[in-house]
């Protein structure tokens, strides 16, 4: 009996106390030969499955890559730890987990890793054990790496929980080079061979579920999805990406059903009320649509939402409200298209629209709209970075990014060029 009432507390010490932690790639060495880059993302896509599958809050792997795409971080990664702290307070993390995989002369221990854990508000550093060995051995490195992580983060831990990939080494090398990939089709290159011999893993079904979805294969993404089991890890994915499924299949009530059951348990809140949002907007039912995009533009400020709740707003009527919705979202996300759509259409529909016109043209990029045409269609978004439904967002001033970036790299003078170049774009960037 105490067993059963130890093991209920334990978890809601972990949910209640546990700290959000960011796993970025680890930096490999330079002496690695460079076939080695892609270790730095094994080794961190195996940390969050970890940390996830052992019920510690972790950014998800897609919520990783975002970031890194929105400050122009590419592969190889050799992310500095000011960089690190950086993406860390930008994704509202309380831990930061980063690290790099050392060179070694040594066969026995030609692959070393060596992992940091920093918490973010005290500013202090937790060096955690070298874990060794040989690049073949990266599955039992990678397991005794993510032991010393679950035992620094979650203590008392009853025990540990190994993600179960079912991939031979060769297969996990590709699956992990198809999460650096942004072009669907190379992903499928790398891993339809795979699908063919039958594998059996949930990581890979999962993510090649993910690509025939972007390429709007409905039903190859389905049949996919049907393979990933229900387990802790996968199962809320899973049925977010059905409910997709299933509204793009022109199925709305299972959709509306599959996103209700997904709120109620509260799981990916800012996608599933947007999705909810859309959903009742396209069924009629405004008030509930309103609601819920509402309560989704307030846990987080998104460009897709602004413009699905400016849409409604203009189609219900409530014409003052959406223009008041549109300077705060251009003010928030200035180079978004959607949004210069939506500020295009309200210029034409304005009696001193030439005025305006040329008031605007100087600030901001916009193609003159002829017909009073509402643009574009309601927006459906989703946390897994599967493309064509949310794009991924990119800060409108690339070259403030890229001067920040050279700056915590120790390069004052080219840090210098970018931050010219930005105030020539936009003199007024508060950053």
């Not at 960011?22 to 730095?40: C, E, I, K, R, Y």
């Not at 971080?73 to 950086?86: G, L, V």
């Not at 269609?377 to 599967?386: A, D, E, G, S, T």
């Not at 493309?387 to 390069?411: C, K, Q, T, W």
């Amino acid at each position: 009996m105490k067993k059963l009432f130890l093991l209920p507390c334990w978890l809601l010490l972990t949910f209640g106390l546990a700290a959000k932690t960011l796993v970025l790639p680890l930096a490999v060495d330079t002496q690695n030969h460079a076939s080695f880059q892609w270790l730095g993302k094994a080794v961190s896509f195996y940390l969050i499955a970890g940390l996830s599958q052992n019920s510690l809050p972790v950014c998800p792997e897609e919520e990783v890559q975002i970031i890194l795409n929105r400050n122009l971080i590419r592969f190889p990664f050799n992310i500095t730890k000011a960089t690190a702290m950086i993406l860390a307070r930008e994704c509202q993390a309380d831990q930061l987990l980063w690290g790099k995989i050392l060179y070694s002369e040594k066969k026995s221990s030609q692959m070393q890793v060596q992992l940091f854990l920093i918490d973010i508000k005290e500013q202090t550093q937790k060096n955690l054990p070298l874990t060794k060995g040989n690049f073949s051995d990266i599955y039992r490195i990678q397991a005794e790496a993510l032991k010393a992580v679950v035992k620094a983060i979650g203590q008392g831990s009853p025990g540990i929980v190994l993600p179960q990939l079912n991939l031979s080494l060769p297969d996990y090398e590709k699956l992990v080079k198809s999460l650096l990939l942004n072009d669907s089709d190379k992903k499928l290159e790398l891993l339809l061979p795979l699908s063919a011999k039958g594998a059996r893993s949930d990581c890979f079904n999962f993510e090649l579920a993910k690509i025939f979805l972007e390429k709007r294969d409905l039903e190859k993404c389905e049949a996919q999805l049907n393979l990933v089991t229900d387990t802790l890890q996968f199962k809320d994915k899973k049925d977010f990406l059905l409910a997709l499924v299933n509204f793009f299949k022109d199925n709305a009530d299972m959709a509306l059903s599959r996103f209700i059951h997904l709120q109620r348990r509260n799981l990916y809140p800012v996608e599933t009320h947007n999705n909810l949002g859309v959903i009742y907007l396209d069924k009629g039912d405004f008030p509930m649509a309103e609601k819920c995009l509402r309560y989704a533009l307030s846990l987080k400020r998104d460009p897709e939402i602004y413009f699905n709740l400016i849409l409604l707003l203009q189609i219900t009527d409530k014409k003052e409200q959406a223009l008041q919705e549109l300077p705060r979202a251009l003010q928030l996300f200035p180079g978004d298209e959607k949004l210069l759509e939506l500020f295009s259409f309200f210029l034409a529909a304005a009696e001193n629209r030439d005025t305006l016109s040329q008031a605007f043209r100087d600030y901001v990029q916009f193609t003159h709209a002829e017909e009073k045409i509402l643009p574009g269609k309601y927006l459906l978004i989703n946390p897994f970075q599967v493309g064509l439904i949310s794009e991924v967002s990119v800060a409108g001033n690339l070259f403030y990014i890229e001067a920040r970036n050279l700056f915590l790299e120790g390069d004052f003078e080219g840090a210098m060029q970018k931050v010219e170049e930005a105030m020539e774009g936009n003199p007024f960037q508060p950053e």
